[in-house]
């Protein structure tokens, strides 16, 4: 397996903070949520890093995102396992979709991370931090896994069509670097 090693230059920490600060208002601003419930679409800058960069840049800013969105727009209290949780799902958008994104792995990494990471680890937490018991809040975070997982493989279809292939254009091109 060949270790890469790629310099942080200018250009990776721009698109960095542009993607968390669209990751910011998309998921504070523009998500409907309830204490246990919340649907937005906050994954996209993250899913745009991970094609763009790759998975340890995909889950350094949705970690990053997390924590300062928290912080800054808080709607209850921080629990560093929601950005432990961001930051895995960050990973796997970039493990899945950074060399070749295809369908399979679009609904691979969709399916990871909305029934591994959102409904059982993200379900946990919010066990924990709530005191909820973990088997009662499961139903209605299954019902939410299922629709997100149609709702952002559907998404990323449409957006691989339409913008990744243009984004990706706009990021190599030696003249931005």
Not at 150 to 168: P, Q, S, W
Request: hydrophobic share 55%; net charge positive.
């Amino acid at each position: 397996m060949e270790i890469r090693k790629r310099k942080i230059n200018v250009r990776i920490v721009v698109i960095m903070g542009l993607m968390i600060a669209m990751q910011i208002i998309l998921t504070r601003f523009l998500s409907i949520q309830a204490w246990n419930i919340k649907i937005g679409f906050g994954f996209i800058p993250i899913v745009i890093t991970a094609i763009v960069l790759g998975p340890v840049e995909a889950g350094i800013t949705a970690g990053i995102a997390d924590f300062l969105g928290t912080i800054m727009f808080p709607i209850g209290p921080y629990f560093p396992g929601f950005t432990l949780t961001q930051v895995a799902m960050g990973i796997t958008w970039g493990l899945f979709l950074n060399k070749k994104m295809t369908l399979p792995r679009t609904i691979g990494a969709c399916a990871v991370n909305n029934f591994v990471f959102s409904l059982f680890l993200n379900t946990l937490w919010i066990s924990i931090l709530y005191g909820s018991p973990y088997i009662a809040l499961i139903p209605t975070r299954v019902m939410q896994a299922a629709f997100l997982f149609c709702v952002d493989t559907m998404i990323i279809i449409i957006l691989k069509e339409v913008l990744f292939k243009r984004i990706k254009v706009l990021f190599e091109n030696p003249l931005v670097s």
